[in-house]
C-alpha cells in the first residue's frame, strides 16, 4: 500500500557549517582541532568539504536529488570575528548562499548555532559566562536584519544538551571537561536565554517566519525493571532533554517558546545504576545487546523514531525531523535505514503528529567533529583527496521517495 506524506511536505538535507565550509579558523573548533589527540585520526576541518567555495556545485546537486528545503548554519565566527565588529564580505556570502538555495528552489532553513564560537567569545568564558545570551545577541541582530528576506524557517540553537553534554559531561567537545554538572547547568541556562531573546528578535522583524530550535532526542532506555535502573534512565535522560528555567527549574527542551519542536533523533542506549561509577554519576551505558553498531559506535533503530515523536504529539505543534540518519560506509544498509525510519514517520503522522518535513543528516560526507572524517552519513560521497562528489544509491532513493512525496 502507497504511504503518501502531507502535502507541502519538506524534503531536505542537514548539514552544519563548520562540517563542510573549510577554512573557519577564527572558531573556537578550529583551535580545538589543532591539540594533539582531540580528533580522529589527526583530522582537520581546513578543507572540510570546501563548501565555502562550492556551495553552487553542491545545490545543484540538491536539486538533482528533488529537495524542496535544506538545513544549513550561519558561521558566527565569520560574521562577527571580533566582539562588535562585523564582516561585511561575509555577509554578501551568506547572502549568495541563501540566494543561491532560493533559485534553486529549496526553501533554507537557518540555524543560527550550531556547536561552534568566535575565539573572542571562548576567551570571555563561552558559554558558561554570566552575559553570554546577550553577547550572542548582536550576531542575531545583524543576521536577521541583513539575511532575514531569505529564510523560510528559522532554528536558533542546535542541540543545546548535546552541546552542553559533550563540552562539560564528556569532555569531547571544548572545553574538554568531565562530569562537570554545574557547567552542564549554566551553560543549558545560558542557551534557553538566548534562545528566548533570539526567538523574540526575529518574530519582531519576521513575524511570519516559523522560529524554534533542534533538540537532540539520544534515547535512553532501563537496562531491566528494577527501579535503580528506572531511576538511573530518567536521571541521565534528563540531563539531555532538560534544561534551567528561571531559578532552579528544569523543563523540557522542546516546552521553549516556538512556532514549531524540532527534533534530532540518531542513536540509544541502555542505562543501568551502577555503585561503582561515581565518575559517571553512578551509571553505566552499554548499547543494546547482540544489536548493529554503526560508525559511531552506537546503535540506530528505526522503530525508536515513532516512539521519540510520539512523545511531542501533546503539545499540538508543528514537527520538523532537524536531523536523522546512519553512520555506515555501507549504503545498502542506509538504504534499508532510510525506507524503515521514513515508514516509522508516516506512521507517527498516522497517529496524529503534525510532522511537517524531515531533513536527513547528510547531504555529503563531511566533517564529524571527534570522530573526524570516520564516519559516513551522506546522500553523497566526496574523495577526501580530489573532493569529487558521488551520489550514492540512497541519495537516488530518497530523491525519488521525495518526488513522489511517499513510500510504495
Known amino acids: 500500500m502507497a504511504r503518501t506524506f502531507p502535502k507541502g511536505f ?68 565569520r560574521i562577527e570575528p571580533s566582539e562588535g565588529v562585523f564582516d561585511s564580505r561575509q555577509i554578501r556570502h551568506y547572502r549568495d548562499v541563501l ?19 568566535p575565539m573572542w567569545f571562548s576567551r570571555q568564558g563561552g558559554w558558561m559566562a554570566r552575559g553570554a545570551a546577550r553577547a550572542f545577541m548582536p550576531f542575531v541582530h545583524r543576521v536577521v536584519d541583513e539575511l ?28 574538554g571537561r568531565h562530569g562537570d554538572l554545574v557547567g552542564q547547568y549554566r551553560v543549558t541556562q545560558n542557551m ?49 532533554d532538560r534544561w534551567p ?16 519542536i524540532g527534533i534530532a533523533h540518531y542513536w540509544g542506549q541502555m542505562v543501568a545504576f551502577d555503585a561503582r561509577r561515581p565518575q559517571d554519576q553512578f551509571v553505566r551505558r552499554f548499547n543494546p545487546p547482540g544489536a548493529n553498531v554503526t560508525e559511531m559506535g552506537w546503535v540506530s533503530e528505526p522503530g525508536w523514531m515513532r516512539q521519540v515523536l510520539a512523545e511531542v504529539r501533546r503539545y499540538g505543534k508543528p514537527v520538523y525531523i532537524t536531523e536523522n540518519g546512519i553512520a555506515t560506509a555501507d549504503d545498502t544498509q542506509r538504504e534499508r535505514y532510510l525506507t524503515d525510519v521514513l515508514a516509522n514517520v508516516h506512521a507517527s503522522i498516522e497517529d496524529g503528529v503534525d510532522v511537517r518535513g524531515y531533513f536527513h543528516w547528510t547531504n555529503m560526507d563531511n566533517f564529524e567533529w571527534a570522530r573526524g572524517y570516520t564516519a559516513h552519513f551522506g546522500l553523497i560521497g566526496v574523495d577526501r583527496k580530489t573532493l569529487e562528489r558521488t551520489i550514492r544509491p540512497s541519495g537516488r532513493l530518497y530523491a525519488r521517495i521525495a518526488t513522489a512525496n511517499g513510500l510504495d
Not at 524557517?153 to 571544548?174: S, V
Open 99 to 117: 540566494g543561491e538555495l532560493r533559485e534553486q528552489g529549496i526553501a533554507p532553513m537557518v540555524t543560527l548555532h550550531h556547536f561552534t564560537n
Open 192 to 240: 534557553h536565554l538566548a534562545h528566548e531573546l533570539a526567538y523574540s528578535a526575529i518574530k519582531r522583524r519576521w513575524p511570519d517566519s516559523p522560529v524554534g530550535l533542534s533538540h537532540h532526542k539520544f534515547l535512553f532506555m532501563p537496562a531491566s525493571r528494577k527501579r535503580r535502573d528506572r531511576l538511573a534512565t530518567k536521571a541521565v535522560q534528563s540531563v539531555i
Open 10 to 77: 519538506l524534503w531536505g538535507t542537514s548539514s552544519a557549517a563548520h562540517q563542510v565550509e573549510g577554512d573557519n579558523r577564527n572558531s573556537d573548533w578550529w583551535d580545538w582541532e589543532q591539540q594533539p589527540g582531540r580528533i580522529a585520526q589527526g583530522d582537520t576541518s581546513a578543507v572540510a568539504c570546501d563548501h565555502y567555495h562550492r556551495y553552487r556545485e553542491d545545490f545543484a546537486l540538491l536539486r538533482e536529488l528533488n529537495q524542496n528545503a535544506h538545513r544549513l548554519s550561519i558561521e558566527w565566527a
Open 148 to 175: 532575514g528576506d531569505l529564510v523560510a524557517i528559522w532554528c536558533t540553537i542546535n542541540e543545546p544538551g548535546i552541546y552542553a553534554a559533550n563540552g562539560w559531561i564528556t569532555g569531547e567537545f571544548p572545553p
Open 245 to 260: 528555567v528561571g531559578f532552579a527549574q528544569l523543563r523540557r527542551v522542546v516546552e521553549a517558546t516556538s512556532d514549531y
